[in-house]
């Protein structure tokens, strides 16, 4: 972490194999290719994944929802930032340490990952947490704040 942004990461997942991993300003991987997060101008048919709480006001939007609570939310990231899914939501506190990897990963794959506000993470603070969790690529990402905080 530099000045609240992380600037170097890496999430593994044993069983499958898969090595994801970002440098700021050098892209994302998985297991050395470049990925890249899916994006649309709409959520019609996007692949979402959250709890049944987090994605109960987009339902009505056509998003396919994926109640994978289970998952963690460093694979969520993950998934979003490989385009395996358009997006991920959760709500409630999330610690920095299940954040800041997969944050810089969806960045360098060209998406976002912030707060329930639309607001990117800043870590390194005193408090050591964030208010809930929005990742997709850029248009998405918008639309899911822009419903979320009408509700």
Do not use: C
């Amino acid at each position: 972490i530099s000045a609240g942004r992380p600037t170097a990461a890496a999430i593994y997942r044993p069983v499958h194999e898969e090595f994801y991993s970002a440098i700021a300003g050098g892209g994302a991987r998985m297991n050395g290719e470049v990925i890249v997060a899916a994006d649309a101008p709409t959520l019609a048919k996007a692949h979402v994944v959250g709890t049944r709480k987090s994605l109960a006001d987009l339902a009505e939007h056509g998003i396919l929802a994926d109640v994978s609570g289970t998952l963690p939310l460093q694979l969520r990231l993950a998934f979003v930032a490989s385009g395996r899914v358009d997006a991920a939501v959760s709500f409630g506190n999330k610690s920095d340490w299940d954040l800041a990897a997969g944050d810089l990963i969806v960045h360098e794959a060209n998406g976002l990952a912030g707060d329930l506000s639309g607001r990117g993470y800043v870590y390194n603070r005193p408090q050591t947490w964030q208010h809930g969790m929005i990742a997709a690529g850029a248009r998405r990402h918008a639309a899911i704040t822009q419903l979320l905080g009408a509700s």
